[in-house]
Nanobody, 113 residues
Framework: QVRLVESGGGLVQPGGSLRLSCAAS????????MGWYRQAPGKQRDLVAT???????NYANSVKGRFTISRDDTKNTVYLQMNGLKPEDTAVYYC???????WGQGTQVTVSS
């Protein structure tokens, strides 16, 4: 049974940082493309970043230079380091395994003063 569990969300002031984690079980994050997505209230769910099995990364234009996706193979976990957070980054962030469309339950990120 595949399970993706996100954590690390919270309330942060503009300009602050957060690191999200996606702990996977039932699959190996080293053998597949993993991604982070986000959904703000009343908006569609959008791609934030992806990382392939070969560690190639891709980012939405809105987060380039601020967010970094990475993974720890020993922990079977994917991370999203978010720096320079803006109020428009406020959303529920989801982890996804793209090949089989597995999703986590999401973690809320709120950027506000």
């Amino acid at each position: 049974q595949v399970r993706l569990v996100e954590s690390g969300g919270g309330l942060v002031q503009p300009g602050g940082s957060l690191r999200l984690s996606c702990a996977a079980s039932g699959l190996s994050v080293t053998m597949t493309t993993m991604g982070w997505y986000r959904q703000a209230p009343g908006k569609q769910r959008d791609l934030v970043a992806t990382i392939t099995s070969g560690r190639s990364t891709n980012y939405a234009n809105s987060v380039k230079g601020r967010f970094t996706i990475s993974r720890d193979d020993t922990k079977n976990t994917v991370y999203l380091q978010m720096n320079g957070l803006k109020p428009e980054d406020t959303a529920v962030y989801y982890c996804r395994q793209l090949a089989n469309n597995y999703w986590g339950q999401g973690t809320q990120v709120t950027v506000s003063s």
